[in-house]
């Protein structure tokens, strides 16, 4: 098992927005800095988007209600693990602890990385999760668009749109989209 370290790089509205869903991005700190998107409803989305803006409130909301209360108990938030991938659900574990020891609590990645925010604690993703619905990073992506320049088939072009826009990958997915049009213009 394999934990590699992740940093929230931003929020952006999800363009499938049946249910009002949100992607949060999340970027590998070190190495070739992959990118994991994770689709997360607007409550979680607003909870991590507070964090993020330094956004404060006269009273707590939830989870800074639950980080005070882990202070307070003397419990800390370790880091947020996610761990796994099932049917496009990504599974987390909290970790706390406290001087009775270390816990996995289950929950979902975007509760876990609202409080990991608030309580200054790492988010890491398994690697396997990491190859199975990560994007590239900057520097593959550099590569990737330096042999792009050659031509690519139709086929190969809608394989990359299929691929693209089941891991939810929309700003790839437009671009090939665009690719497409203007082969078919060319032809």
Do not use: W
Request: hydrophobic residues 35%.
């Amino acid at each position: 098992m394999a934990k590699v370290e992740m940093e929230v790089v931003g929020l952006t509205r999800s363009s499938t927005d049946a249910y009002n869903a949100f992607i949060v991005l999340l970027r590998e700190k070190e190495g070739s800095r992959r990118r994991l998107p994770i689709v997360i409803g607007f409550p979680e989305a607003h909870a991590i988007n507070i964090e993020l803006e330094k956004l404060r409130h006269p009273r707590p909301l939830t989870h800074d209600l639950f980080i005070n209360t882990l202070k307070e108990l003397g419990v800390s938030v370790q880091e947020i693990f996610i761990h796994r991938l099932q049917d496009s659900t990504f599974f987390a574990y909290l970790i706390l602890e406290s001087d009775r020891g270390s816990v996995e609590i289950d929950c979902r990645p975007s509760d876990g990385i609202a409080l990991a925010l608030r309580a200054n604690a790492p988010i890491f993703c398994e690697e396997d999760v990491l190859e199975k619905a990560g994007q590239p990073g900057e520097e593959e992506e550099k590569v990737s668009r330096r042999s792009s320049k050659r031509s690519m088939s139709r086929e190969e072009l809608e394989r990359l749109l299929e691929e693209a826009l089941a891991r939810e990958d929309y700003e790839t997915a437009a671009k090939l989209r665009d690719k497409l049009r203007r082969l078919t213009e060319e032809e």
